[in-house]
């Protein structure tokens, strides 16, 4: 059988290795080397998957949870390492069960793919895929699939779309596969950037810009939904970013009203800060309020914390009043912030929404619509968080799109 792939990135050099075993199996891709975006996975290192049960795994998948469940059983983290380590590849995992190849190096993870594990495999690089036909108008079963491209056009038997999402389009991916999927009738759901920075209006954020702060909860409410992240963030130049931020914008990328607090102090109760705050108070009595503030926050956030609950940086904190420090100790517990929306998708890690999960088989990645036509990876409707997830559902829908086939 002669077969089309796609995209050469995770999933389409994952799939095309998988069935050259035993078809003859092409790979487009628009770029002159694959892998485009594995190479910027992980900063350069390449968070292959993460090593957990498959019921673990599925609490950190955004979408499509129900959908993945199959191919992630069938083809799990420990089948992934496993993978890796035969063709070479030594790994080794991290804090939060984060897979790295042990040589850092997310070009090592390319060159396994593409010269052991793709060995069989034709590749037709520099060469846009335009579109997708059937041969014949009547859609006959055993009709071919036209496949034109820059390079000219190809007949195949069966095409796998695995054109990646819309978000950081340099690497290649800017949601072609989508426009194939539509041509075949699909639905595509409406695409929201997802693990992205949140844009900030306030006024402080460019003074806070690259200030990080560590043990803090930032606190969401998005549509009513109330949900809290906790961990690590920071200041950007025209919003927040970092661990717990990216996190919350996947959850709260299709909401109408969002917003946006940090707690502080998420290890103390409201009276438990107050208790702190009135010892603090009496071990300072003469000295001005900001350099007590500045025992709990980092001095630039101190500066502007004092700006924002309305006290003078250099009253003395034998002056404040007991409802101007319940005020502090509310801020420290809810500081809020005006959320201003995502930042754009192209800068998101991830696309969120694509090809509808209604439309294709979750055991083969066939197309109910078109037989012989299947889709793969990121262009579909599924996004999970950081933490290498992304990437093993690049992976297990590979796999059991290449298993049924
Ligand atoms: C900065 C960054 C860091 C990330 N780090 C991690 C990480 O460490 N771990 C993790 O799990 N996930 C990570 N991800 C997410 C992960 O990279 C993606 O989920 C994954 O690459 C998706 O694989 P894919 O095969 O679906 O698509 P892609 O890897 O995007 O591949 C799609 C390919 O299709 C090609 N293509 C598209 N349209 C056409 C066309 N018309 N003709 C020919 N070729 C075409 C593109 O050139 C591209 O090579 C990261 C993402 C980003 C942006």
């Known amino acids: 059988m002669r077969i089309a792939v796609i995209g ?8 095309a290795g998988l069935l050259a075993q035993e078809h003859e199996v092409v790979v487009f891709d628009k770029n002159e080397k694959v892998g485009k975006k594995l190479y910027i996975t992980g900063k350069g290192r390449c968070n292959i998957t993460n090593l957990t049960e498959t019921e673990e795994f599925l609490k950190n998948v955004v979408r499509g949870e129900k959908f993945l469940r199959s191919s992630l059983s069938a083809f ?26 042990q040589s850092d190096k997310s070009s090592d993870v390319i060159k396994v793919l593409k010269e052991r594990h793709c060995k069989n495999v034709e590749f037709l690089l520099d060469n846009e895929v335009f579109s997708v036909e059937k041969q014949e108008e009547s859609l006959q079963e055993n009709s071919k699939f036209v496949v034109k491209s820059r ?6 038997d069966k095409v796998i779309v695995a054109t990646g999402g819309v ?4 690497t290649g991916s800017d949601g072609s596969g989508y426009k194939i999927a539509k041509k075949f009738g699909h639905f595509v759901e409406p695409l929201v950037p997802a693990l992205c920075a949140l844009k900030i209006s306030d006024w402080f954020v460019g003074l806070l810009q690259g200030v990080s702060l560590k043990n803090v909860e930032l606190k969401v409410d998005s549509d ?6 906790f961990g690590e963030m920071l200041f950007t130049d ?10 919350a914008s ?3 990328n299709r909401a109408q009203n969002v917003e946006v607090a940090i707690d502080f102090k998420p290890a103390l109760s409201n009276e438990q800060l107050d208790l702190r705050l009135l010892r603090d108070f009496e071990e300072n009595r003469n000295k001005e309020i900001k350099s007590v503030v500045r025992g709990l926050l980092p001095k630039a956030v101190a500066e502007v914390f004092v700006k924002v609950v309305g006290l003078d940086e250099n009253q003395k904190v034998n002056s404040i009043t007991k409802q101007e420090r319940l005020n502090i100790v509310n801020n420290l517990k809810n500081f809020k912030l005006s959320y201003g929306g995502l930042y754009d998708i192209n800068s998101a890690i991830i696309t969120s929404g694509g090809v509808s999960l209604k439309e294709i088989n979750p055991k083969t ?19 999970a968080l950081t933490g290498g997830f992304n990437l093993q559902i690049a992976w297990a829908t590979a796999f059991s799109c290449a298993r049924n086939i």
Do not use: H, M, W
């Open 365 to 383: 990645f066939e197309s109910k619509l078109q037989s012989g036509l299947y889709f793969v990876g990121e262009v579909l409707d599924v996004d």
């Open 76 to 101: 799990s983290s420990y089948d992934c390492v496993d993978f890796f380590e035969g063709l070479g590849l030594k790994t080794k995992v991290e804090r939060g069960n984060r897979v790295f190849p």
């Open 238 to 247: 025209e919003g927040i970013s970092g661990p717990i931020v990216l996190t």
């Open 151 to 156: 390079l000219g056009q190809f007949e195949f």
């Open 224 to 229: 009513g939904k109330k949900k809290g992240f």
């Open 167 to 170: 978000s950081y389009k340099a």
């Open 8 to 15: 050469a990135g995770a999933s389409g050099l994952f799939v």
């Open 250 to 252: 996947s959850f709260i």
